[in-house]
């Protein structure tokens, strides 16, 4: 794995952040979850590290490492605890990579510098109370106005929302009465019209930031428009894109936490005078997890490399996506079964991934869309 993908500035990142996770997101984690607290001194510290923009130019104030790294940075933080990892994903990959994408140079210079530095948060609005999978069935409407847009409707399942100095928000596009299709728009959060509903009780990732949002006559610059009017779509399904590749990495991360906690807790519980480890009921399912986890970095980080080298990588994403979220919560599962009753526990943490891997399968598009995705690429080889 270390001499197909990294080269030493991908592994002095990777001790880094290695060293960040141990020392200052794992101490914390169990308490940030059980009081559902935002990670706003993580934050900030991994803005001081430079982690904000890994995959970001260094002509916008990033580092401008690959896809690659930030797919590992992504990796090592998620072992210590999700919530801080999505926080990090979700900034990067929804908040911050679709202006550098689709962004006019004069957003690029306005924005993004803010972002990579971390001195503002990003978030992405896309998801709708009747919009998930059918992303195409986007409700919000943001109607012409001279120089401006008038936006009205809302958004649902929003990461970072109640901390994010800017949205990037779906939104039909309607001139003159007529609809041009579904756009994308950067919003500043203290506009006017832009209301921000309270925290969202979840089961998992307690300590990430997830909220709603209500747009009512909230006018924004047509300036902010990312792209042409009718280009918002393509614009956020390549941000989906990346974003899958971010979730794959979570998913193994989160994956890799569990395992290490079950790996430990076997050499250390004994049962009819020797380690648990020793049984094969216990074994074999050690020996699975390491296996998948395995082959979900493997795909994580194919698509991420392919994704550096400008290929098209909606297959290879979709699949590691799909897999790694699925291995997570697999190996979350098994690792319960590792620790028998201490893995239901909230002392041992393995629940607390338990519970942080469910989304996994979820978020940026479900398994069953994820199948869809690979069947309809597979196929066009043989149609």
């Given at each position: 794995?270390?001499?197909?993908?990294?080269?030493?500035e991908?592994?002095?990142?990777?001790?880094?952040?290695?060293?960040?996770?141990?020392?200052?997101v794992?101490?914390?984690?169990?308490?940030?979850?059980?009081?559902?607290?935002?990670?706003?001194?993580?934050?900030?510290?991994?803005?001081?590290?430079?982690l904000m923009?890994?995959?970001?130019?260094?002509?916008?104030?990033?580092?401008?490492?690959?896809?690659?790294?930030?797919?590992?940075?992504i990796?090592?933080?998620?072992?210590?605890?999700?919530?801080?990892?999505?926080?990090?994903?979700?900034?990067?990959?929804?908040?911050?990579?679709?202006?550098?994408?689709?962004?006019?140079e004069e957003?690029?210079?306005e924005?993004?510098?803010?972002?990579?530095?971390?001195?503002?948060?990003?978030?992405?609005?896309?998801?709708?109370?009747g919009a998930?999978?059918?992303a195409?069935?986007t409700?919000?409407?943001?109607v012409?106005?001279?120089?401006?847009?008038?936006?009205?409707?809302?958004?649902?399942?929003?990461?970072?929302?109640g901390?994010?100095?800017?949205l990037?928000i779906?939104?039909?596009?309607?001139?003159?009465?007529?609809?041009?299709g579904?756009g994308?728009f950067?919003v500043?959060?203290?506009?006017?019209?832009?209301?921000?509903?309270?925290?969202?009780k979840?089961?998992?990732?307690k300590?990430?930031?997830?909220?709603?949002?209500?747009?009512?006559d909230?006018?924004?610059p047509?300036?902010?428009?990312?792209?042409?009017?009718?280009?918002?779509?393509?614009?956020?399904?390549?941000?989906?894109?990346?974003?899958?590749?971010?979730?794959?990495a979570?998913?193994?991360?989160?994956?890799?936490?569990?395992?290490?906690k079950?790996?430990?807790?076997?050499?250390?519980?004994?049962?009819?005078?020797?380690?648990?480890?020793?049984?094969?009921?216990?074994?074999f399912k050690?020996?699975?997890?390491a296996?998948?986890i395995?082959?979900a970095k493997?795909?994580v980080?194919?698509?991420?490399w392919?994704?550096?080298?400008g290929?098209?990588?909606?297959?290879?994403?979709?699949?590691?996506?799909?897999?790694?979220?699925?291995v997570?919560m697999?190996?979350?599962?098994?690792a319960i079964?590792?620790?028998?009753?201490?893995?239901?526990?909230?002392?041992?943490?393995?629940?607390?991934y338990?519970r942080?891997?469910?989304?996994?399968?979820?978020?940026?598009?479900?398994?069953?869309?994820?199948?869809?995705?690979?069947?309809?690429?597979?196929?066009?080889s043989?149609?």
């Amino acid at each position: 794995m270390d001499s197909l993908f990294f080269n030493d500035e991908h592994r002095m990142l990777i001790d880094m952040v290695k060293d960040f996770a141990a020392s200052e997101v794992a101490p914390v984690a169990r308490e940030m979850d059980a009081e559902s607290r935002f990670p706003k001194e993580l934050v900030n510290q991994m803005a001081e590290l430079g982690l904000m923009g890994i995959p970001v130019p260094e002509e916008y104030g990033g580092a401008g490492m690959d896809t690659v790294a930030y797919a590992a940075a992504i990796i090592e933080i998620a072992k210590a605890d999700a919530s801080v990892a999505i926080t990090l994903a979700a900034h990067t990959s929804l908040g911050t990579m679709p202006i550098v994408i689709a962004g006019t140079e004069e957003q690029k210079q306005e924005f993004v510098p803010k972002l990579a530095s971390g001195e503002i948060l990003g978030a992405f609005g896309l998801t709708e109370p009747g919009a998930g999978s059918d992303a195409g069935a986007t409700k919000t409407k943001a109607v012409k106005d001279g120089n401006e847009y008038i936006i009205n409707g809302g958004k649902i399942f929003i990461t970072n929302a109640g901390h994010a100095g800017i949205l990037n928000i779906t939104t039909q596009i309607i001139e003159n009465g007529e609809i041009k299709g579904i756009g994308a728009f950067i919003v500043p959060t203290n506009t006017a019209g832009l209301k921000i509903g309270p925290p969202e009780k979840k089961m998992g990732w307690k300590a990430s930031d997830t909220r709603q949002l209500y747009f009512e006559d909230m006018r924004v610059p047509a300036a902010n428009l990312l792209g042409n009017p009718a280009g918002g779509f393509k614009t956020f399904m390549k941000t989906l894109i990346g974003g899958r590749i971010s979730i794959g990495a979570l998913g193994v991360g989160t994956a890799e936490g569990a395992y290490l906690k079950a790996l430990q807790y076997s050499t250390e519980r004994e049962a009819f005078g020797k380690p648990i480890h020793k049984f094969q009921g216990v074994g074999f399912k050690l020996a699975d997890m390491a296996t998948e986890i395995e082959a979900a970095k493997l795909l994580v980080f194919h698509a991420a490399w392919l994704k550096d080298q400008g290929q098209d990588v909606t297959k290879e994403a979709a699949m590691a996506k799909l897999y790694a979220s699925e291995v997570a919560m697999q190996t979350t599962t098994n690792a319960i079964q590792v620790l028998g009753g201490y893995g239901y526990v909230k002392e041992y943490d393995v629940e607390r991934y338990f519970r942080d891997a469910k989304v996994l399968e979820i978020g940026e598009g479900t398994s069953e869309v994820q199948r869809m995705i690979i069947a309809k690429e597979i196929l066009k080889s043989v149609q």
